[in-house]
């Protein structure tokens, strides 16, 4: 698309410069040096334009998957709360939440932004550990939940705390 576009400015100005000397008098006519200022001139601004969008959805959409996590943990907890929760639901979250962090690696430019991504990474895996431990240790899920139900909040928190700052991060470089 930025390609069409760009033969398409291209093939208005050489046709512009050709009308401009084959009528001379006519209305649309300009000096060679102006057509020249203006090409460049919105060349220069539609490149610094397009380079700032770039960055600029980036961040938008590294924002986005970081809100999403922030949502899914919260509507987790929400249920731990009510002790409406079972095994299939934690294990989903788990990996949803690896998934989208995986995501934003993908799109990360930021040196800061690699620690927390690093960090969340490292909770996540603390929760593959508690989960194994489930899986290995107690009979029924509830007896897991009753057991860990601090730690399992504690590292939904910290993933999500870990979240903010990546979303603070992104806006303050």
Not at 23 to 45: E, K, R
Not at 91 to 119: G, M, P, Q, W
Request: aromatic share 10%.
């Amino acid at each position: 698309m930025k390609v069409a576009l760009l033969v398409v400015i291209c093939i208005v100005i050489f046709a512009w410069i050709a009308l401009s000397y084959a009528y001379p008098n006519a209305y649309f006519s300009a000096p060679l040096h102006s057509i020249l200022t203006i090409v460049i001139g919105l060349f220069v601004s539609y490149y610094l334009v397009q380079r700032n969008t770039d960055a600029r959805r980036k961040r938008d959409l590294a924002e986005k998957i970081l809100s999403q996590i922030e949502t899914k943990i919260e509507d987790f907890l929400v249920l731990l709360l009510k002790n409406d929760l079972n095994r299939e639901q934690l294990f989903l979250l788990k990996r949803a939440v690896s998934n989208k962090l995986d995501k934003c690696k993908k799109i990360n430019t930021y040196a800061d932004f690699e620690k927390d991504i690093e960090s969340c990474t490292g909770y996540v895996s603390e929760l593959d550990r508690l989960l194994e431990d489930c899986i290995t240790n107690y009979e029924s899920f509830d007896d897991f939940i009753g057991a860990k139900r601090s730690e399992i909040n504690r590292i939904f928190e910290s993933i999500e705390n870990s979240c903010d700052g990546m979303i603070v991060s992104l806006w303050t470089e």
